[in-house]
């Protein structure tokens, strides 16, 4: 039931400023195309990315039990509306709550956890898992995160899934990936397109709003990303390919990847990847990407 792509129900698309029927032709069209991984978040857009993925589902007739929705806790906010992390087993209790009410759902299919810290992953945090786990509000269990609590996770209990970051612009991670599948774990990857990082700015960047948005938070990482993705650029071209198609067809090739998360607020951007990037990557393709990666000119 994991198809290899998966739709981030997150960032722009579960903003209240993108029209909900511009939202519901993007998971309609995911949806069209066997697209049967939902990826959320509790705290995304304040609950609006929930509540949202929720009601189109019913509104689309989805059946949640051909789905794997996945939502994720442990980002909260406080009284400001300021987001923070509290991986407590009360918030974490709460938060599941909240999205079983939201999606409409009586058990989570995969819970996440949100960004934890190695030292979050309490006793007391399994132990509420477990519970979570065995009166049926949750069926699959996984991290989704940076490298230090990844590598801490594979191949531990009660973790099913493990949801790491990987892109032609940050492979690093393709070492864990592969330890996580040898122990068992799935995973899903977080972030195939960089953040569309290589993208030439007039172009994808800043002919519409949410351009401006991704671009704006692309540089909240800092300019450093962007500067070592101008690199990029050169290896991700080939004839009959987008540069998108290039980076997530790498993405999907990496052994042990079994669906990569991304996120789109355009149906034909989302329809150019499920038949674009289910191509084998061109030889050259692979071969300048893996000259980038080893630092040649
Ligand atoms: N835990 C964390 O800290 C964290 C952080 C970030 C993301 N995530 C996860 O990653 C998932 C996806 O994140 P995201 O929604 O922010 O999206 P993303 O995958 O990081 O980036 C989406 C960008 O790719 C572009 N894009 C998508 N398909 C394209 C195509 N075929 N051609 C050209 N451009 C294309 C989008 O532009 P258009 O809209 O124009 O298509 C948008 O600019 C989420 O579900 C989220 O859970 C987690």
Request: glycine share 10%; charged share 20%.
């Amino acid at each position: 039931m994991v198809s290899v792509l998966g739709l981030g129900c997150a960032s722009y698309w579960a903003k209240r400023r993108f029209a909900e029927a511009d939202a519901r032709a993007v998971l309609a069209t995911a949806l069209d195309g066997g697209i049967t991984v939902l990826d959320t978040g509790a705290s995304y857009a304040h609950g609006h990315a929930e509540r949202r993925l929720g009601r189109l589902l019913r509104d689309l007739g989805a059946d949640p039990d051909t789905l794997l929705i996945g939502t994720k806790a442990g980002t909260v906010a406080d009284a400001r509306g300021r987001l923070g992390k509290d991986f407590s087993p009360a918030a974490v209790t709460t938060q599941v709550e909240g999205s079983l009410r939201a999606l409409a759902l009586e058990r989570l299919p995969l819970l996440q956890l949100h960004g934890p810290e190695p030292a979050d992953l309490t006793d007391d945090l399994r132990a509420t898992l477990d519970r979570l786990r065995a009166a049926g509000k949750v069926d699959l269990l996984g991290i989704n995160g940076f490298a230090p609590v990844m590598r801490h996770a594979v191949g531990r209990a009660p973790f099913d899934v493990l949801m790491p970051f990987l892109s032609v612009l940050d492979p690093g991670t393709r070492p864990l990936v592969a330890a996580a599948t040898d122990a068992g774990q799935g995973v899903l990857v977080a972030g195939p397109l960089a953040r569309m990082a290589f993208a030439p700015p007039l172009g994808h960047w800043l002919t519409r709003p949410s351009g401006l948005w991704y671009l704006a938070r692309a540089l909240r990482h800092g300019p450093t990303p962007l500067w070592r993705a101008r690199r990029l650029r050169p290896a991700l071209r080939a004839e009959g390919w987008t540069p998108a198609e290039l980076a997530m067809a790498w993405v999907l090739e990496q052994p042990g990847v079994a669906c990569a998360v991304f996120g789109t607020t355009r149906p034909a951007h989302l329809a150019a990847l499920t038949t674009g990037a289910a191509r084998p990557l061109p030889d050259a393709a692979r071969a300048a990407i893996a000259r980038v990666h080893a630092g040649a000119p």
